[in-house]
């Protein structure tokens, strides 16, 4: 494969960069001036909560590419159920993570 030289990498570099950054930046300048909706703000919302339960969901109940929920082979799921609880109950970031650490290190250390 030919090297495709410097200015070939500069030039790609740039438009990555472009590809990247104008996605954030257009939606800011558009809209920073405008009264979105209240069912498009209600809407929007809701999109960081539904962001994170599709990137924990995988890791929560299937690991290893299959449903598990044995307690030696996935305890992520076993320790998910009273961090959820504690975040409920708290509604503070901190302490959620915090208890979420003690709780895996306990099953890591109690657990073989």
Do not use: C, H, K, Q
């Amino acid at each position: 494969m030919p090297d495709p030289g410097a200015s070939a990498m500069i030039l790609l570099i740039f438009l990555m960069s472009a590809v990247t950054y104008l996605p954030r930046v257009l939606p800011v300048l558009l809209l920073s001036r405008r009264r979105l909706p209240e069912t498009v703000e209600r809407w929007l919302s809701y999109v960081p909560v539904s962001v994170l339960a599709a990137l924990l969901a995988p890791t929560l109940f299937a690991p290893e590419g299959t449903l598990d929920f044995a307690v030696i082979t996935n305890p992520a799921f076993w320790v998910s159920i009273p961090v959820f609880v504690i975040a409920i109950l708290t509604r503070n970031l901190f302490a959620t993570v915090l208890f979420g650490m003690f709780m895996i290190a306990l099953f890591r250390f109690f657990l073989p």
